[in-house]
């Protein structure tokens, strides 16, 4: 009937177990969006509209619907719906080069060491500082005791990326002590775990 205002109030006024969220939230953003009333459909649904099976697939989404709106906003916006999980947007701050924010998410929450790991290879070249972030926080989430079906491998595999991007920044030495501290900080099994990686691939450096 082209009543798209009481299209909306309707929609939000069904809410309820047999009417989700996850159904309405994209008809009433659509409705908006067709009205040129982008601002206020972001606002209102944007983010709780957002669809896909991971955090990068959310913050895609969104971004693809309002190309107006700054990528940086919509991130933090998206960084807000999951507070202690600051740590699972690392990948998709990387996506529009907020490279100082990943490395901040990085080490705010607990961040996939393997993830991380790869970030430090992939930018060694391009972005050494923000490889050797990478990497150091890598070390430091498996030093905690994070990180599924982890192995010596994987250590040795974020030691030698912080390494690598450490040689590139002419930082080999203070590296190397800012993983001797992070290693002698305690003597709970997962540090002492990373510690004698690392160790014996520090020997095998020298």
């Known amino acids: ?18 009417q989700p969220d996850s159904m309405i939230a994209p008809a009433c953003e659509k409705i908006l969006i067709s009205s040129d009333l982008h601002e206020e459909a972001y606002r209102r649904y944007g983010l ?3 669809v896909g099976s991971s955090y990068i697939a959310r913050f895609r989404s969104i971004a693809k619907r309002y190309p107006m709106k700054n990528k940086s906003q919509i991130l933090s916006d ?9 740590g699972k947007w690392f990948a998709t701050a990387k996506e529009p080069k907020l490279y100082v924010l990943a490395l901040e998410l990085a080490n ?20 050494p500082a923000f490889a050797l972030g990478s ?3 890598a070390l430091r989430w498996l030093s905690e005791g994070w990180g599924y079906e982890v192995t010596s491998v994987d250590v040795v595999e974020a030691y030698d990326r912080a390494m690598d991007a450490a040689a590139r920044l002419n930082r080999v030495d203070d590296v190397n002590e800012l993983i001797r501290q992070l290693g002698e900080a305690s003597d709970n099994a997962a540090v002492q775990f990373v510690w004698k990686a690392v160790q014996g691939r520090m020997r095998a450096s020298v």
């Not at 082209?2 to 309707?10: D, I, L, P, W």
């Not at 998206?78 to 600051?86: A, K, W």
């Not at 705010?108 to 972005?127: I, V, W």
């Open 48 to 50: 709780s509209a957002a």
């Open 78 to 86: 998206l960084i807000d719906t999951t507070p202690g999980e600051e």
């Open 108 to 127: 705010r929450s607990p961040c996939d060491s393997k993830t991380l790991t790869r970030a430090a290879r992939d930018y060694l070249d391009s972005e």
């Open 1 to 18: 009937m082209s009543r798209k205002a009481g299209a909306v109030q309707y929609a939000d006024t069904s809410r309820g177990l047999n």
């Open 135 to 137: 990497a150091i926080a």
